[in-house]
C-alpha cells in the first residue's frame, strides 16, 4: 500500500511540473515566431520598408545581439526579483514588442522592436530554463528543458507556414489574434504559476519553498525531505561571481563547458547545415530547382525531430551517450559529403546530408544546454547558465566568420577535414569526461561536484 501511495505521489507530482512547464514553455512560441518569421522570410521585410537584402539581414543580427544583452541581464534580474516574474514580464514586454512589430510605420520602429524582442526574448529564455530545471523531477528533467526548445521550433515552425500562405502584409488581424491568446495565457499564469522552490530557499524563505514543494510533490514528506537537500548546499554566504571566484571546481565546471563550446562552433555544428545548404543550391542545377522548394520544410522538420528527439530519450540514454551518438551521426554526415563530390548529381545525398546535419546539431545543442543548466551549482546558477550561453553565442558568431575565411581560401574539402578532427576530439572529451546524468538530483550533481568528484562520477543518483 505505500508503495502503491508512493508510486501514485510521484505520478501527481510528475503531472504537476510538466503542467507548469509546458505552461512557461507556451512562450517561446511567440518569440519562435518572431525569429521564424525574420529568419525564413525576409522578403517581406524587403517588401515592407524598400530595403535591400543585405540591409534586411541586419535585422537578425540585431535581433540575436540584443538576445546577448538579454541573457545577460536575466542572471541579475532572475536572482534579484524571482523567476516567475522575470519569466512573465519579460514574455509581456515581448508580446508588447510583437504588437509594436506589426504595426511599425518605418524601418527605424521595426528595428527598435527588434531590439526589444531580443532582449526580452534572452531574459526570457535563460530565466526559463533555470526555472524549468529546478521545479520538475529528477526523472524528467531533461524531458522539460528541451520542451521550451521544442516550442521555440514550433514558432518558428508556423512562421514558415504562415508566411508561405500569406504572401503580402495584409494579416494583422490574424496575429493579432495570436497575440491576444498569449496575452490571456501570460494573466492566467500571473495568478497560477508558482516560484522555483530553489530561488525561495536561496532567497531565505524555507516556510514558502516548503508550501511550493508540497504543491509540486503532493507529499509532505517528499517535500520536506527535498527542502532538507536543498538546504544543505545551501550552507555558503557567496553567491554569483563570489562563488565563482571562491570555488574552484565551480570554476573547473564552467571552464569546461566553455571548452566543449569552443570545439562544438569550430567543428562546424550549425554552420555546416547552412553551408550544405548552400552549396547545395549553388552546385547543382537540378538541385537548385527543386531542392530550393523544400529544403526550408525538410530543414524545420529536421530540427524540431531532432528537439523532439532529445526531449523523449535524454532521460533514458543520459547527456553524454546522445550527445555522442549524434557525434557519430555527424561523422557519418563528413562521409556522405565526400560521396558528394564523387558525384554532384544523387539529389538523395544533399537531403541527407542536410536533414542528418540538423537533426544532429540540434540533438547536440539541445543536450549541451541541459547539461550545462543542470551542471550549475544553486549559488551560481545563474551566473554560470550566463557566463556560459553567452560566450556560447558570440563562438557561433566567431566560428562562422573563421569558417567562412576557412571555406573561401582553402575549400570545402579542407573545411570538412577541419571538422572532422575537431569532431573527433570533441567526441574523445565527451566520452572522457562529459558526466552521463540521467536520475540525478540537481542537489546531488551539486554536491558530487563541489566535493571534487570527476565529472563521470556524476550520474545516477
Known sequence: MYIANSYSDEAKSNTVSLRYVFLVSLFSIPFGFEIGSLYTNLQVVNNVFYMDYE?????????????????????????????????????????????ASIVAPD???????????????????LSTLIYVAEITQKTNRGFSICL??????????????????????????????FVFIFILLLIYCLAYLPESPRYLALSGFPDAA???????????????????????????DYRGLDFFI???????????????????????????TQKSIEFCLVNNEYAKFFVSKHISILYLIATFLGTLFTAFFIDRIGRAK?????????????????????DENVIALY????????????????????????????????????????????????????????????????LISFSFILTLILM??????????????????????????????????
Open 246 to 272: 571562491q570555488h574552484y571546481n565551480f570554476r573547473r565546471c564552467v571552464f569546461f563547458f566553455i571548452l566543449i563550446s569552443f570545439l562544438m562552433s569550430m567543428s562546424g555544428i550549425l554552420y555546416l
Open 351 to 414: 537531403f541527407a546530408i542536410v536533414v542528418i546535419y540538423t537533426f544532429c546539431s540540434l540533438v547536440i545543442i539541445s543536450s549541451f544546454i541541459v547539461s550545462f543548466i543542470e551542471m550549475m551549482p544553486s549559488c551560481g546558477r545563474d551566473f554560470g547558465a550566463t557566463i556560459i550561453f553567452i560566450i556560447n553565442i558570440n563562438l557561433f558568431v566567431f566560428a562562422s566568420k573563421v569558417l567562412d575565411k576557412l571555406y573561401d581560401s582553402v575549400g570545402v574539402v579542407f
Open 210 to 236: 516548503l508550501a511550493v514543494l508540497f504543491k509540486l510533490r503532493h507529499n509532505m514528506g517528499v517535500a520536506a525531505h527535498e527542502l532538507a537537500s536543498i538546504n544543505e548546499v545551501l550552507h555558503t
Open 107 to 125: 524601418f527605424r520602429i521595426f528595428i527598435c522592436t527588434s531590439l526589444v524582442l531580443g532582449i526580452s526574448f534572452g531574459i526570457y529564455f
Open 55 to 99: 540591409r534586411a539581414k541586419t535585422v537578425l543580427y540585431a535581433y540575436f545581439i540584443t538576445m546577448s544583452v538579454g541573457i545577460f541581464l536575466s542572471g541579475w534580474v532572475s536572482y534579484s526579483v524571482g523567476r516567475k516574474i522575470t519569466i512573465l514580464s519579460s514574455a509581456a514586454i515581448g508580446l508588447s514588442a510583437v504588437l
Open 148 to 177: 521550451v526548445l521544442s516550442m521555440l521550433i514550433v514558432g518558428c515552425v508556423l512562421a514558415f507556414f504562415f508566411n508561405s500562405f500569406h504572401k503580402n502584409t495584409e494579416h494583422h488581424f490574424e496575429l493579432f489574434f
Open 322 to 342: 546522445i550527445v555522442l551518438y549524434a557525434l557519430l551521426g555527424m561523422v557519418c554526415c563528413f562521409i556522405l559529403s565526400i560521396l558528394m563530390f564523387i
Open 428 to 461: 574523445y572529451l565527451i566520452y572522457k569526461f562529459m558526466p552521463n546524468i540521467k536520475k540525478a538530483s540537481l542537489e546531488s550533481i551539486e554536491h558530487r561536484l563541489l566535493l571534487g568528484k570527476s565529472f563521470n562520477d556524476i550520474n545516477e543518483d
